[in-house]
Structures are given as C-alpha cells and as structure tokens.
C-alpha cells in the first residue's frame, strides 16, 4: 500500500532534481516589475491562495500574484525563470486532487481575475475568453445567443475556464457533449521563461502541427500558463429538459439500466447512479421517501427528441426497477435531479470527506462498485458511491472523523485497493478530477516506466529547470 | 509566393539537421533481424511503397519493410536507431499531402499487413484494432454488433485506420461525430529507438496524465509508428439516412443555408456544398439535368430524429433555394450523395489535380469561396469547390494538364493565395489532409517562431536523432 502521508517527502523529492532555488526569492523586485496591487506578500492574505478544495497540506509561497494580463503573467514567468523560483498557477482553487496546491517558496501565480469575456460569435458558435471567466458564467452569456457551453463540473458556479482547461474537467452533462478538452479549440499559452505561443484557433477541424491544444488542456499547470481560450459553444437545446428516476432493488441491475440506456444510442443529457449509503445520507439530511428495499437509484435527463424520456423509463423498467418515472414539468425536472445535488452536503454533514474519482469500462461499473464496497468493508471505513454511469466515472466518498486533518490509514488503505482495481478493470486512477499532489504516487500503477518517461520527456522539454507547478500531474 | 518545388532541397536541408547517414545502410543486417518475407530491397517492388497519392517526388528507400507484428517494429526502430537511418511509416498510401513521402535512403515501413481486429467489446462500444485494418472494414465489422466506426474519410474503403491516426483524418460524418481523433481512446506506439509505450485506455473519459493518445493523432508519423488502437465505436443510427438536396442561386445563399442549418441546432450527418465549376463537371461526366442559373448545391444527410429532413429543407428554402426536397426511400438518398461522391471522379477526367484543404471559421465559408475563385481567375487557372459546410472545410481543386508531373506555377499561385486568405480569414492551411511534405513550407504563415518552436522541442524530445519521417508534418 502506497501512503498519502507524507506527502511533503515526495514534492520534496521532486524539488531535488529540479533546479530549483530554495533560498527567500527578491520577491521585491518581482513587485517592482508588476503594476501596483498585483502582488502580496503579507502571509495571512497569502493563505487563501496556498491550498484547493482538499486536504493536501500546502508550503509557504514567496508571494501571490493576482495577475490582470497576459502581460502579468509573462513578467512573472520571466522572473521565475531568472530567479529559478517555482511558479504555482491556480484559478478558483476548487480543486479536488491538491493540483493548486502552493509550494514552499513559489509564486502562486492567480488568473482568477482574468475575467473578460473578450467575444461572443454566434455564428461560429465559439467564445474567447479570460482564464477567469466563472464557468457558469460563461454558460450564461452563451444562453443569450440561444448557445451555451457545455461543460459543468459541480462546481461550474465557482470554478474558472482556466481551471476547468488545466484539469479537463467533466461534469454531469459530459455524458453527452464530452468533456473540458472536447470544448477547446484554441489557447494562448505562457511557457516557463516568458514565450507566449497560440494553438488551435477557430475553426471546429485543423490538422496542421501537433495537437498543442489537447495537450495543454489537462496538463494542471505543468506545462504552461493558459491566459486565454477559444471554446467551443453549442446551441441550447430546445427542449425543457426532463428528468428520470429510477429505483432498484440491485446495484446490478442499476448498472444493467445504465447499460442499456448507452447501448441502445441513446443520448442522455445526464445518467447518474446514486448507491444505498448515499442514498441513505441523503435520506437522513432530507427525507426522500427512500424506500428500505432501495439499493440504488438512476437519475437521468434527456434535452432532446433523440433522447425519449419514455424511453429511458422503459430501459429501466426492462432491467428491473421497482419504481421509474419521468418528470412531467420543469419543476419536477428541477427537483428530481436536486437529489443527486444532495450527494456531497448529505456526506459532510457526517464528517470530513476524501471525494475519488476512478472510471472504468461502462460495462465494469457494478463490478467497480462492488469492489468499492468490498474494500470499505474490509477496512471498516464508511464509503458512499455516487457516479457518472454513462461515463463509467465513480465518486467513492469515504466519510472520516471530523477532527482529523486528513483521510487516516484505514481510509488510505481502501483508496489504495479501489485504485489497484480500477486498473485491474482497465479503468483510471482519475476521471476528471486530475493528478494533483494526491493522485501521483500512483502513477506508475498506471502508466509503464517508458509511458511515464514520455511524460517527464515532454515536461523536460517545455519546462527544463522544472518552474512549473513542481510535485503535480506527472 | 512560397514554392512547392524543389520539395527535395526542403528535404535535404531538413536532413542536413539531423544525424541521418546518408551512406548506404547495411539493410541486410536489418532483414536479418526480421522474420522471412519482411523485407523488399528490389526496386521496382520498393516503387509502390514510395509515394501516396500526391505529385510530390519520392526519394530511393533502402528497404520495405511489411511488419506483420509489434515485434517487427521494434525490430525496424532498434535497428534505425543504430545505424541512424531514417524511417517512414505509411499505410495504405492514399494520403493527400506526401505525408508518406519516401526520402532517400529511408526504411519505408509498412503497417498494411497489420490487419488483425483484435476485439470489438460492444458492451463498451469499442475496438482495439491493428493500423492496417481498412476503415470501412472495422465500419462493417462494428455493424454486425449494431454500431459504427464513425470516421468516413473519402477513402475509407481503401485507407488503413493507422493512416487516419497518424493524419487525423476527416470525412463526411464527422460534421456529427468528430474526427479520428475524437474516436481514438488508447494507442500502442513503438517511439524512436524501439520503446513500446500504451496511451489512453478503455474509458471514455480519464485524465491521468498528458493528452498522449491525441498528441500521436495527427503527428502524422514523426512522433511515433502507431501498432494498436483502441477505438471508440458508436450505436449505429436506427434510422436509415435521408438525404437533401438543394440548389441556389448564389453561394451566398447556399453558404447561409448551412449556416441557418448549424446554427438551428440540427444536426446532419452529413453537410456538404458544392459549386458551380464542380456541378458542371459532374453534369459532363454524368448527367444531373443541371439547372443553368444553379450557383451551388447543397447535399444533407440526416439518420436521426433530432435532426428532420424537413427542417433541413425549409432552412434552405428560407436561405433562397431554388430548389429542395428530401429523399422519399434510401435508393434515393443513396442516389442523390452520388452526384457529391462523383466530384472528384469528374474532375479527374479533365486532368490532373491538386486537391487542396483549407478550413476556416464555418462563417467565413461564402467569403472563402468568392477568395478561391477570385485567386484562380487572377492566375487563369482551373478550379472547382466542394466543401464540407457544417464544418467549414473546403476542397479547391485545380485542374491541370495532364502532362505535367506536378501543378505548373500559376496553380502553385493559386494556391498560395488561397492558403493566404484562409488564414487571414482565421483558418487553417489543412482542416484534414495533413502536413506532409506539401504544406511544410507555409507552416510559418500560420504559426508563429515560438508556437512552431514548441512543435520542434516535442519532436526533439520524442525524436531527438530526427529518425521518424523527416521533412513531415512541423
């Protein structure tokens, strides 16, 4: 079994073989470069910018820079490259694998208030934008048009574009448009040193160089700044959108429910799975009338013709649930998937929460899901499942005590046996939420050593003097 | 105007960078290295593996080698690596901008033999395929279990799946359901040097680590000789194609029927336009009772409800057209693509031609067209259009005499103007065919030093002797 703890050894590791400069950094002269208000210095305004979402322990940063430009960003690129000091891009911090995590004497380089919405073209159905940009704002502003943007990781009313494009972040409805990556076409891009480059562009096909794009999208920092993004935008469904729930008495037979609706061409706009514990949590937090016998429970929605919403309560039906029922207006459209949106508050009401995030082949999900169970069993630690069941994305969220700083041994030790049997099931250690600080010692699970030295090959080449969010994704 | 010849001197000077010995290679201790009936070392039998489709001269390879297995690769890779001999891979040689090219003294390594499709997993909608299997086979061979292979480049019945990975090819569906890139899920690539590395997965979603499995999509052979795929298959479409056809008055009109068309949300299958010059060329060579004021056609396919064939007609009679119906059964819907399928056929009975590629913002297609016959008029050369509308990819293609063994200067003016516009209008030099040998020189015109160093410091890393199928692709 691999430890979470101590994580501060591997970033230290890391650091070693990087050229880096450990010695207080003249983060006076960074501020001289910057215009006024860019740059902080005091430690308890620094704090808020050290950490993301998780429990991953943060250093202590040099300075914090809230960058206004793209300017502001290569001022800071090119003096971190001068001083040999790391550089620890983040956007709202809501991230969920430690990814924004601050180093001990970094620069946490902040795009949160890049914020411009710089275009709009209907006509292309595309928008250019600030790494900023809140993600449902952007949605928003598309609607205007009869458009939106498609990708809504749960937390698109905090999180940034910029965030969302450095960890290819998913969501509900990626199901059917796909996720983070499949949205971008373009990006302008600082490297380490300062040199901005462009990839992509506008249109939906190109083929001429190397998918930069694809690339940068996903690589958490690690291989350059993204200051803006061309991205793609879809016109809004005409339909309402109208949501299924289905009950079980099986997780298999929800996994069946789940297979079915995906074989048979369908499009859900969502298709979640909720197990028993969540299901139960949410119960006690709002009672849902859940019924004893309940064993899992599918939500779906359709927002479009090629998507019946009768059909998706036949499928369920036919694989054996005990109750299936369409939403008949908005409302109940609205409420219905509200109790998917329960899942995590329901969870923190009962303790501190490590959130996972393995997918696996659509057709392993049960079996993944019995693992899950299996392991939380065995090591005696209280585990609640909601997943992206057409996607095959789970989300064991294991529950421990409040008054510990981080997820304990036995918690560690059912995170360690769902990781080794998601590959076992051909799936991956993360489906959305990214690498980060927490997910890297498992790396070599996953990848083979020349895999992985590929990786490291492509970093060594952008990034030679290792400045660029050091200790995460690779 | 920047020249297509002397394609050779780019070569050299290409060459001239890397560490490739020119000298003759010891091919006979490579065939001794492989398996019986490997390697070709006659000339004459080498000629067939030399070039694609294109008018771009090939140099004289050492050998051929047809790698029946991963193994052999490797085999192929080690040996190069020793005795630096560069190596180009290739398919089944239908590529459209040299891509496969031979350069003197190469290893030309063929894939083609490398037909196995080694699963088809319906369960989770994928293959995992060998590059040498033809795309319209795996297409059939997925139908059996009612899906699709989605990709339909035009050659799809006679190029390899490997080929459409290395140039992330297009095709007609792919206005619905992306290109190659967006189907491919986990590759297996043998690297310069003979590493085997595994990228992607099973999943459909997964983002542990770099976007490695698109990073080897599309870099045409220079990154990576690409033996496995795992592929992303789909529900093949329970509804049989409609297909719609309408002709306009002007390509104003005809361009702002298939803009109304995307931008309602309606998705086709299929979107194409075709012009005037390529109407009267398929009129010649097969009647179609062509309307004398007829401007442009434009050809729909729907297989789907959320996609009526009467919205397709009504959007392009509210756009001006002078005609439009749908199909009433699928020998008419197959009758009516024809007259699209025979474009290139009548074109080729009037000479020889250059297919060109550019791609442009899907609103600036009317206006790319009027750049592309202004610039053939300018140069009193031959040119007719057929484009891909949904997606804003257009094919010009320039007839020449037939005695000429490549395009005489003013088509070669033609053409540079063309690429010129097109990314002055915000597109692309290629939105499908690739690189290869042809477009290298105008790379510059559409990256700048810095984003095309980027390219150079990926290829370096991955390739550091320059091995792979030099002179392609960045």
């Given at each position: 079994?691999r430890?979470?703890?101590p994580?501060?050894?591997?970033?230290?590791?890391?650091?070693?073989?990087?050229k880096?400069?450990?010695?207080?950094?003249?983060?006076?002269?960074?501020g001289?470069?910057?215009?006024?208000?860019?740059?902080?210095?005091?430690?308890?305004?620094?704090?808020?910018?050290a950490r993301?979402?998780?429990?991953?322990?943060?250093?202590k940063?040099?300075?914090?820079?809230?960058?206004?430009?793209?300017?502001d960003?290569?001022t800071?690129?090119k003096?971190?490259r001068?001083h040999?000091v790391?550089?620890v891009p983040r956007?709202?911090?809501?991230?969920l694998?430690?990814?924004?995590?601050?180093?001990?004497?970094?620069?946490?380089?902040s795009?949160?208030?890049?914020?411009a919405?710089?275009e709009?073209?209907?006509?292309?159905?595309?928008?250019?934008v600030e790494p900023?940009?809140?993600?449902?704002d952007?949605?928003?502003a598309?609607?205007?048009?009869?458009l939106?943007?498609?990708?809504?990781?749960?937390?698109?009313?905090?999180?940034?574009?910029g965030?969302?494009?450095?960890?290819?972040?998913?969501?509900?409805?990626c199901?059917?448009?796909?996720?983070?990556?499949?949205?971008?076409?373009?990006?302008?891009?600082?490297?380490?040193?300062?040199?901005?480059?462009?990839?992509?562009?506008?249109?939906?096909?190109?083929?001429?160089g190397?998918?930069?794009t694809?690339l940068?999208?996903?690589?958490?920092?690690?291989?350059?700044v993204?200051t803006a993004?061309?991205?793609?935008?879809?016109?809004?469904?005409?339909?309402?959108?109208?949501?299924?729930?289905?009950s079980f008495?099986s997780?298999?037979?929800?996994?069946?429910?789940a297979?079915?609706i995906?074989?048979?061409?369908?499009?859900?706009?969502?298709?979640?799975?909720?197990d028993?514990?969540t299901?139960?949590?949410?119960d006690?937090?709002r009672?849902?009338?859940?019924?004893?016998?309940?064993?899992?429970?599918?939500?779906?929605?359709?927002?479009?013709?090629?998507?019946?919403?009768?059909e998706?309560?036949?499928?369920?039906?036919?694989?054996?649930?005990?109750?299936a029922?369409a939403?008949?207006?908005?409302a109940?459209?609205?409420a219905?998937?509200?109790?998917?949106?329960?899942?995590?508050?329901a969870?923190e009401?009962?303790?501190?929460?490590?959130?996972?995030?393995?997918?696996?082949?659509?057709?392993?999900l049960?079996?993944?899901?019995?693992?899950?169970?299996?392991?939380a069993?065995?090591h005696?630690?209280r585990v609640?499942?909601?997943?992206?069941?057409?996607?095959g994305n789970?989300h064991?969220?294991?529950?421990?005590?409040r008054?510990?700083?981080?997820?304990?041994?036995?918690?560690?030790?059912?995170?360690?046996?769902?990781?080794t049997?998601?590959?076992?099931?051909?799936?991956?250690l993360t489906?959305?939420?990214?690498v980060?600080?927490?997910?890297?010692?498992?790396?070599?699970?996953e990848?083979?050593?020349?895999?992985?030295?590929v990786h490291?090959?492509?970093?060594?080449?952008?990034?030679?003097d290792?400045?660029?969010?050091?200790?995460?994704?690779?």
């Amino acid at each position: 079994m691999r430890k979470y703890v101590p994580l501060s050894g591997i970033l230290w590791a890391f650091l070693a073989d990087t050229k880096v400069d450990v010695s207080q950094p003249p983060v006076e002269t960074l501020g001289a470069l910057l215009p006024a208000g860019r740059l902080i210095t005091d430690p308890d305004a620094m704090d808020a910018y050290a950490r993301d979402q998780t429990y991953a322990a943060p250093g202590k940063p040099a300075a914090v820079v809230l960058a206004r430009d793209t300017a502001d960003v290569v001022t800071v690129m090119k003096w971190a490259r001068q001083h040999l000091v790391p550089v620890v891009p983040r956007g709202a911090g809501t991230g969920l694998a430690g990814g924004a995590t601050a180093t001990d004497g970094c620069v946490v380089l902040s795009l949160a208030r890049m914020t411009a919405i710089q275009e709009i073209v209907p006509q292309d159905q595309l928008a250019v934008v600030e790494p900023g940009v809140i993600t449902a704002d952007l949605d928003r502003a598309a609607r205007e048009h009869g458009l939106m943007y498609a990708p809504d990781p749960s937390s698109h009313e905090i999180s940034t574009i910029g965030g969302n494009l450095a960890t290819n972040a998913g969501g509900l409805r990626c199901v059917k448009y796909g996720v983070t990556r499949d949205s971008a076409l373009g990006l302008e891009v600082v490297l380490a040193g300062g040199r901005v480059i462009r990839t992509g562009g506008r249109t939906v096909k190109g083929v001429t160089g190397y998918d930069l794009t694809g690339l940068f999208v996903g690589s958490e920092g690690t291989l350059g700044v993204i200051t803006a993004a061309t991205v793609r935008l879809r016109p809004a469904p005409a339909d309402a959108p109208v949501t299924v729930l289905a009950s079980f008495g099986s997780l298999t037979a929800a996994g069946a429910a789940a297979a079915a609706i995906m074989g048979a061409g369908l499009r859900p706009s969502l298709l979640e799975l909720i197990d028993r514990a969540t299901l139960r949590a949410i119960d006690d937090y709002r009672r849902i009338d859940l019924d004893a016998d309940t064993a899992a429970v599918i939500i779906a929605q359709t927002d479009g013709p090629e998507c019946p919403a009768a059909e998706l309560v036949r499928h369920c039906e036919e694989a054996g649930a005990e109750f299936a029922a369409a939403s008949t207006d908005e409302a109940e459209a609205a409420a219905l998937l509200e109790v998917r949106r329960m899942a995590y508050p329901a969870a923190e009401r009962l303790g501190n929460c490590l959130v996972e995030d393995v997918c696996v082949p659509r057709s392993r999900l049960p079996e993944m899901m019995e693992r899950i169970e299996r392991a939380a069993a065995r090591h005696d630690v209280r585990v609640m499942t909601v997943a992206h069941a057409g996607d095959g994305n789970l989300h064991p969220l294991f529950v421990f005590d409040r008054g510990l700083t981080g997820p304990p041994p036995p918690v560690q030790a059912a995170a360690d046996e769902i990781f080794t049997a998601a590959i076992e099931l051909g799936g991956t250690l993360t489906g959305e939420h990214g690498v980060g600080v927490l997910k890297r010692p498992w790396l070599d699970g996953e990848f083979d050593p020349d895999t992985l030295a590929v990786h490291r090959q492509i970093k060594q080449a952008l990034d030679p003097d290792g400045l660029l969010n050091p200790g995460k994704a690779i």
